[in-house]
């Protein structure tokens, strides 16, 4: 060890030693930032970058030892082969490509072996460069030495190319310091390996020493030069990169209509709030779903909806604070985040984004009004989970869009019950009508007048073990959001062809047909199917299907009410009045009875408005030549009117409840009779 600092500072001149230290040192830096673009690239890419860093690499150990090779000052005389000494930059650049593709491999176990291999092409390069260096006299080596150099220079490579491919800054650094050791270690202990035995034959022939310091400056000039120019691109490369990726990463993160963070960057965003609660005590998650945002979109189409998310975006942006995020998660539904430490921040806040909807959205060709129903839970009263937060805030907007408020609904643990209880009656529901749990009530029909009964309206009741009788308002809408309504009605359709067939008095029975039921293709050979099997007659069944239930799709559910005409069955149009089409319904397709919604009858006997629009439904009625049935009759005073206006039956709990029982004809037409005539009041005739 003592011969190697002996003559590096004996026979070395320092100042170029020093350039030939800052040589390896920036060089091996720059290869290093470029062994960092070849383990992040692939394909040509790749292989350019090796090459780059092949040549970066030769380039930087050849000028270390020239530049080293300069600063030895030997008492002889010195000269150089061209030839070789272009050889040996040859052989660094060479034997240095496999190692550094070799150590930038998948494999981070291969990174010492591409070390060991880098660290050959750096002896190699050594010792064909000292084979350029002819001087007059004998060179006698000292072989342990040039076997440590060697060692060196492959330790410390592996070492350096191990310590690169860590991620950290830090350990790149100590991999550019250990690079730059192998190169100066080889060199100076190699140096250390040669004697001299001057001859001094020619002794003005050789380089000078003024010649030598030059040749150095300028090949240091050169090197650093290059090796800037290789660190360059790798920095523009880098930088372009993670340009890149600043764009993609924002493009992935954020909504491309309206530049909001979408629902991956908000639910970064609330587990980070989560994990340090956004620096405050408390967060809130807010959840909005717009409403009549769709009649936007189907009334001017989806390029004004379009602009109405971007504008109804651009105020969003304007309102917020720190600690608050509104994100859009798709489609009309956005998300919020604040965190807060008072109270009268989140007050503030919702006050606020109330705010945004109070101002119409107006453009050149439109203008709208948006609402949103708001729902939202907070952290940590309602949980710290992000999926539980996330639900639960779902909860309280959904009950916010059921009750048609604009005011934001806060979650409590009942909605939860709520949706545990739906979820469960939805389950049971599958396997009722699997098994055909239900059983069907009749409610009478009456003819004014005479009291005679005109037939009977089948209603489906589900017989629960634990809840009893659920009545169809509560698992009706169920079923048709299960997409289980069809099955359901092709059982009522079946059974009351089956309960009516066994009548003795030959009524006609009504059911109800879903909307959805209505666009079965299968619906005509349903009930073809129960008349049969039944063996009624299809006079006998009255199907009753309401105005929204063509509207869906008017051609189809016209074709089918004549396929359903042509079976001999009769069609009635139930709660007229409150659909979408009222007259235009009845203009294009003949039905055999009218069913005035029972909203018609409820206010008769006190509002004169209510009594002018019955009597001219009835009067439409009967100019078209169908009869009007009005439903929702209870009290005795309904009747009179409804008999007055000229409806010609009538239905309703005054006549007669829903029962498995059908009610005695002759109790009907007293009923009818005593209420009509108005001598008995309500509690004798209910």
Known sequence: MMDVITCLVQEHDLRLVGLAVLVSILGSAATMQLFVRIMGSRGGSRAGWIA????????????????????????????LDTDLTLVSLGVAILFAAPGIALAASRRRRAAPAGGVVVGCAISAMHYTGMAAYRIDGFIEWHWPYVVASMLFSVLLSALAFSSARKDGVTDRIVGSLLLGAAVAALHFTGMAAMTIRVLALNPNHGLSSATMTALAVATTCAGLLFIGCVAISALIDGQTQSEAYSRMRRMALHDGLTDLPN????????????????????????????????????TYGHQAGDQVLVSLAARMREILRPGECIARLGGDEFGALISYDDPDKLTAFLDRLAGIFAERFTFERFSASICANIGLTLAPRDGIDADLLLARADLAMYRAKSERSDKPCFYDATMDEAVRDRRELANELRDAIEHGAFELHYQVQAAIGTGEITGYEALVRWRHEERGLIPPGSFIPLAEELGEIIPLSRWIIRQACFEAALWPNRHPVAVNLSPLHLSDPELIETIRDALTNSGLAPERLTLELTESAIIHDRHYALDQLRALKALGCRLALDDFGVGYSSLDVLR????????????FVTDVADNKQAVALLRSVVALGTTLDIPVLAEGIEEPVQLRIATQEGCSAIQGYLIGKPSRQLIEPALVRSIVKVAAGGTADVSLVA
């Not at 040549?55 to 005389?77: I, L, Q, Y």
């Not at 965003?269 to 979109?297: C, E, I, P, Q, T």
Request: aromatic share 10%; net charge positive.
């Open 263 to 298: 629902r991956m960057c908000f639910g970064e965003d609330l587990a980070s709030r989560l994990l340090r609660r956004g620096g405050a005590s408390y967060m809130a998650v807010v959840m909005l779903d717009l409403s009549r945002f769709k009649a936007v979109n189907d």
């Open 588 to 599: 294009s397709f003949s039905f055999d009875k009218i069913k005035l919604d029972a909203s």
């Open 52 to 79: 780059l860093g092949a040549v970066g690499t030769g380039t930087m150990v050849w000028c270390t030892h020239f530049v080293a090779m300069m600063a030895f000052r030997s008492d002889a005389p010195v000269t």
